[in-house]
Structure formats: structure tokens, C-alpha cells
């Protein structure tokens, strides 16, 4: 059984003192594909490197609404530039424009996130690539800007928040979905009923590590390995095995990221 773990950050000081040993263990464990996504500018560019290292990682670029500094539509051009220059490669790494979207938790900056949010989807469009959607507590103002702003190749609805009106939502625009860590969490609500409501066809599964990590290691600094637990855990609501959903959401990553 081999599994892709579609969400990660392999750049992340957290993994500092053990990257280059820890990257290959996860391969040699199953996980034979997965993605470094970036969230910064910084975040971003060493995401490409960690890429270009290992011919199983892939990784995307963006600025995520959490990493909006005073200068980040100077950021977004610069992400731009490197789409420009790297995408010219016939083996180019990168898959998607993303970690993108919005975050209200904090209710911080909500003007500038939606401007950088459409701003980065016509990049994803000047590219002809998915996003990748970061959403919390801003299910509305997502969802308006997606259909203010079609996205060619749709995207990912990453670290999927358990909101029944977000997933019909952005199930109907034709993005995909993508499970992490908190469907395994006891206390989280809605989750069998929110993964039933996913097709098979549009469902991912992610780690978004090192954070969230899922039952029965919750609390450790997470990785790829992890999403074994997910996996699990979906199997288990969808009455499937588990190397169905493995076989599926590998199936799933390799299309909307374009990766044979």
C-alpha cells in the first residue's frame, strides 16, 4: 500500500535538526509521494529546494493569509517571478499556487487577505494551476471570491474545516477536499458526516505537518507517516478498506496536481 500525503511543511524550523534524515524514512515507510507547501515567501523557496532535492516531493508556492506582512504584494510578485522562471522547466516541482485563502480567527488585516487571495488566483490562472486553500472561521467571504474569481484548474480545499455549507459549497465549484489530522480528534464534530459527504473521486488526505497531528500520536510533532492514521480513520467512516482509500486519494493527488 502506498499513500500521498497531498499537504505538508517540510521547510518548517521543526524539522531542522533531523530534515535530510527524517525525508527519506517517510518514502521508505510508503509514503511515496507528498508535497512541500509553501506559505511565505521565504516558506516558498524553501519548499522549491526541499522539491528539487528528493524526485518524490512536489510542492506548492503562495502566501497564506496568516503570513500577509506590509509587503506582500511585493511578496506575490516575487512568488510570481519564481512561477515565471521555474514553470519554463519541463520537470519543474511545482504543482499548485498555494497555501492561499483567508483566516479571520484573529480578525486581522480581512481586507488585505481577500485582496491577496484574488490577487494569487489570477497567478494560479496566468499558469494554468490549482490553488490550494487555506480556510478558517471565513466561510462566506471564500466562498464569494471563488466565484468572483473562477479558478481554471479549481484546487484543493486543504486541512478541510468540518462546515457542512463550505464543503457542499466548494464541492459544487469543483474543488476537491482534502482530510487531515482533526478527523481522527475526539472531539471533533461532524466528521463522519462531513467525510460521507465528500465523493471518493474529490477526497485528498494530508498531515499539514509538523502540526495537527492526528490520534493516537496527537500532541508529537507530526509527519507524513501520520497519514496512515487518516487514511484509517476515513476508511473506517466510509465502511471501505483501507487500501481503497489509499489507492483513491494517490489516484486523486496524481490528477489535480497533473503529477504522473
Not at 512541500?36 to 522539491?51: D, F, Q, R, V
Request: hydrophobic share 35%.
Amino acid at each position: 500500500m502506498e499513500l500521498f500525503d497531498s499537504h505538508a511543511h517540510y521547510d518548517d524550523d521543526k524539522f531542522n535538526i533531523d530534515r535530510d534524515e527524517i525525508i527519506p524514512e517517510i518514502y521508505n515507510s510508503g509514503i511515496t509521494k507528498f508535497m512541500s507547501c509553501g506559505y511565505s515567501l521565504e516558506g516558498s523557496e524553501n519548499a522549491l529546494k526541499i522539491a528539487k532535492k528528493y524526485d518524490y516531493i512536489y510542492c506548492t508556492l503562495g502566501i497564506s493569509p496568516n503570513d500577509l506582512s506590509t509587503k506582500w504584494k511585493e511578496d506575490i510578485e516575487e512568488i510570481d517571478k519564481i512561477l515565471e522562471r521555474e514553470l519554463k522547466e519541463n520537470d519543474s516541482k511545482i504543482v499548485a499556487v498555494g497555501e492561499i485563502g483567508l483566516d479571520y480567527h484573529y480578525d486581522t488585516n480581512k481586507e488585505w487577505q481577500k485582496e491577496a487571495f484574488a490577487m494569487q488566483i489570477k497567478i494560479a490562472n496566468k499558469y494554468n494551476l490549482p490553488i490550494v486553500i487555506h480556510t478558517r472561521d471565513a466561510y462566506v467571504d471564500t466562498i464569494k471570491i471563488l466565484r468572483e474569481n473562477p479558478v481554471n484548474k479549481k484546487g484543493i480545499l486543504h486541512c478541510c474545516p468540518f462546515n457542512r455549507e463550505l464543503i457542499k459549497d466548494a464541492l459544487d465549484l469543483g474543488f476537491y477536499i482534502s482530510i487531515a489530522g482533526p478527523v481522527t480528534f475526539k472531539n471533533s464534530k461532524n466528521a463522519e458526516e462531513i467525510v460521507n459527504m465528500i465523493p471518493l473521486d474529490k477526497m485528498l488526505i494530508e498531515t499539514d505537518s509538523p502540526y495537527l497531528a492526528p490520534e493516537p500520536v496527537r500532541g508529537t510533532r507530526n509527519d507524513s507517516r501520520n497519514v496512515r492514521h487518516i487514511a484509517e480513520k476515513v476508511a473506517g467512516f466510509k465502511g471501505l478498506p483501507i487500501d481503497k482509500i489509499a489507492e483513491e486519494t494517490y489516484e486523486n493527488a496524481e490528477r489535480i496536481f497533473e503529477i504522473k
